[in-house]
């Protein structure tokens, strides 16, 4: 009788022990983001080039080393955790071999959760349970008197045990949203948790992070995005790290046929411009006042919207400022000095000038101020008159010459 009370109160025991089982996973699901990623470290030692930030970067290729035994990593987790598991991936020659990792809430009061004595592991993964904001690897003694410690990477994982994941889901753009190449899109998410607080929402395209925002209402832009077909996401993360990935909706970025404020990459001149198509002109206005027009035609005004003569194709209403200006034009005024050009007197320039008030060929001022002037053609017309007027100062100098010999000839003779 005894034997079956005892047989029953067993197997009562061992059915308890494993309905519970299910309750003593979930109170020991450790979790799969490295919660040290990317966060404030402190060090013992350090050498240049490579500072304890290069063991939270993520990149293997980088990391810690500080010379000699007894030195020490920590980092600062930002809040309290539950610590499940620590992974350190050593650079072969400089690993620990005995080491312990420790948790603490002040960075001043350590308690050990781990000793490993003897290591021969590159990557060195272990359990751990331990509840801190602080976790310090303190090594002891190395693999190699004669390497430095050397230290690539340390993961630390928490444990998610009562934790409800937050809630997270896309409310902008909307699923299969259309926009043109160069767009800006508006991302935004909402996040909850009903256990504790969500510390972030991470947006994604596919795998690659677009952005992210810390406070509600959880939006960031996606600036100039490029022609094609993504998937995007949400990642809300909560207090305790725990996390959960929004419904996908899918974007479409099409081509673009219009012009972009933020730059055209890839545009085709033929069907994609800035302009009109039909024969309204085209305003450009600062401060909301027109500054330049172009007309059907392909007149160009600027500070003056009409033509001011039928021919124009650019007027502007103001001084224009060059360092330089060249206006190609046919024929000169070289003819002055050919041999069959007839040169005025200058007595008959004289009397022209007399009645007219102005040289032959040159516009007058009521003429100037009614038509204005053709530059090319006023420059060719000074040209000229310059080149006149060196054939009358070549020939008043021949005229001279023959005078001085004539005294000289006289006042030779009279001795």
Excluded at 17 to 35: A, E, H, M, R, Y
Excluded at 39 to 60: L, R
Excluded at 355 to 362: E, F, S, Y
Aim: proline content about 3%; glycine content about 6%.
């Amino acid at each position: 009788m005894l034997y079956s009370k005892l047989h029953f109160l067993r197997i009562l025991i061992l059915g308890t022990f494993i309905l519970c089982i299910p309750d003593l996973v979930k109170s020991q699901t450790c979790g799969t983001t490295n919660i040290a990623l990317g966060k404030p470290v402190t060090v013992s030692a350090e050498q240049m080039y490579h500072v304890g930030a290069d063991a939270v970067d993520g990149n293997i290729s980088s990391g810690w080393f500080a010379p000699g035994d007894n030195n020490y990593i920590y980092v600062d987790l930002g809040q309290s955790f539950t610590v499940c598991k620590i992974k350190i991936i050593w650079q072969a020659d400089g690993r620990g071999k005995n080491y312990k990792a420790q948790v603490s809430t002040d960075a001043s009061n350590w308690t050990d959760i781990f000793t490993r004595t003897n290591n021969n592991l590159s990557i060195d993964s272990f359990a751990v349970t331990g509840t801190g904001r602080y976790v310090r690897i303190l090594i002891t003694e190395r693999v190699n008197n004669w390497a430095s410690i050397e230290m690539s990477e340390l993961e630390i994982y928490n444990s998610l045990a009562g934790n409800t994941k937050p809630s997270v889901s896309l409310t902008s753009p909307s699923n299969n949203a259309s926009y043109f190449a160069g767009a800006n899109i508006k991302l935004t998410a909402t996040a909850a948790d009903s256990d504790g607080s969500v510390s972030k929402v991470e947006f994604f395209q596919g795998t690659e992070k677009i952005g992210e925002a810390t406070t509600a209402p959880y939006t960031v832009v996606w600036s100039n995005v490029q022609a094609g077909t993504y998937s995007i996401t949400a990642k809300a993360i909560d207090n305790l790290n725990a996390s959960e990935v929004s419904t996908a909706i899918s974007v479409t970025v099409n081509p673009s046929t219009r012009w972009s404020l933020l730059g055209n990459p890839g545009t085709n001149p033929d069907s994609v411009f800035l302009g009109t198509t039909d024969n309204k002109r085209l305003v450009f206005k600062t401060n909301n006042q027109e500054r330049m027009t172009i007309l059907g035609d392909g007149y160009v005004g600027i500070g003056i919207a009409t033509k001011p003569a039928a021919e124009a194709k650019l007027a502007v209403n103001g001084a224009v400022y060059a360092k330089k200006l060249k206006i190609t034009q046919t024929g000169w005024a070289d003819y002055v000095f050919n041999n069959d050009y007839k040169l005025p007197s200058l007595k008959e320039l004289e009397a022209y000038i007399k009645l007219n008030k102005h040289l032959p060929g040159v516009p007058t001022t009521t003429e100037v101020q009614k038509n204005g002037t053709d530059v090319a053609e006023i420059q060719a017309v000074l040209l000229k008159k310059i080149e006149e007027l060196t054939l009358y100062i070549i020939e008043q100098n021949k005229k001279l010459e023959q005078q001085q010999m004539q005294i000289e000839l006289l006042n030779k003779n009279k001795k």
